[in-house]
Nanobody, 115 residues
Framework: QVRLVESGGGLVQAGGSLRLSCAAS??????MGWYRQVPGEQRELVAA???????NYADSVKGRFTISRGNAKNTVYLQMNSLKPEDTAVYYC???????????WGQGTQVTVSS
């Protein structure tokens, strides 16, 4: 059974930093990533990383956020620096199973950046 457990959200002042973690279990995952959503808007990709380490980022976070995977490849991190109020959202971890290409979601973690 696939399970994704997120941690690391919270409240921070503008210019501050947070680190999100997502521990995935139950399968082997090819692509893992972070999405975010604010009320009334669509969920959007923040950053993703392949099993080989290739990454892609939303333009709005390039140069400020860094995505990485743990040595065991089933944990994904999002280091968020220079946070802005517009980064406020619920952040969701996403993981794609390598065999079936099914994707799974974490429960979401709130990130709030105060001005």
């Amino acid at each position: 059974q696939v399970r994704l457990v997120e941690s690391g959200g919270g409240l921070v002042q503008a210019g501050g930093s947070l680190r999100l973690s997502c521990a995935a279990s139950g399968s082997i995952f090819t692509r893992m990533g972070w999405y975010r959503q604010v009320p009334g808007e669509q969920r959007e990709l923040v950053a993703a990383i392949g099993i080989g380490g290739s990454t892609n980022y939303a333009d709005s976070v390039k140069g400020r956020f860094t995505i990485s995977r743990g040595n065991a490849k089933n944990t994904v991190y999002l280091q968020m620096n220079s946070l802005k109020p517009e980064d406020t959202a619920v952040y969701y971890c996403n993981a794609v199973v390598i065999a079936s290409r099914e994707d799974y979601w974490g429960q979401g973690t709130q990130v709030t950046v105060s001005s």
